[in-house]
């Protein structure tokens, strides 16, 4: 089973879900792209690749453009017990 890591970036309107084998280097490219200061918010390590796109239908209400929702998309998944155990805030 391939694995990835999930992390949780935002700016000052908008939370971006991602994954990236390497979160440090994706956050630094997304930073370069991106005007507006990101901030690092939650990572989740190790998990299979499909992760990423679970969570953006479990968000989907939420959801701006792209990979992009709403901050409120954080507390939605925060509701469910593995995700509360499992974000890690940064």
């Known amino acids: 089973m391939d694995e990835t890591n999930i992390y949780i970036i935002g700016n000052s309107q908008y939370i971006k879900i991602g994954r990236s084998k390497d979160i440090d280097t994706r956050f630094m490219n997304l930073q ?3 005007a507006d200061k990101l901030r690092l918010l939650y990572t989740i390590k190790n998990v299979p690749n499909n992760m ?3 969570m953006h239908l479990i968000c989907e209400r939420y ?4 990979e992009w929702f709403e901050y409120e998309a954080i ?3 925060l509701k ?4 509360k155990e499992n974000l890690i805030k940064v």
Not at 63 to 66: N, T
């Open 75 to 77: 507390n939605h998944l």
């Open 52 to 54: 990423e796109g679970h």
């Open 63 to 66: 959801k701006v453009k792209g």
């Open 80 to 83: 469910n017990p593995w995700f």
């Open 32 to 34: 370069t792209a991106n």
